[in-house]
């Protein structure tokens, strides 16, 4: 990796940008957010993350067994 630029900054990029964009915007939800509410919103995020996956993976060539879904 650190022979290749384009890939050392796609790390910095990956950790400077979404990465402390999320960081910030969790830190002003929370300030913003009554706690009941936000352990809904953070409750769900597995769900979310399920339904991009959905979205985003081939389903034919990403498939789970038994053991995962468990």
Request: proline letters at 7%.
């Amino acid at each position: 990796m650190a022979q290749s630029p384009v890939a050392l900054l796609t790390v910095i990029w990956v950790g400077l940008g979404p990465g402390a964009l999320a960081a910030f915007l969790q830190a002003v939800g929370q300030k913003n957010v009554p706690p009941a509410q936000a352990q809904v919103i953070y409750s769900t995020t597995p769900l979310w993350a399920a339904a991009f996956a959905f979205l985003a993976l081939d389903a034919s060539d990403e498939a789970m067994g038994g053991i995962a879904w468990a």
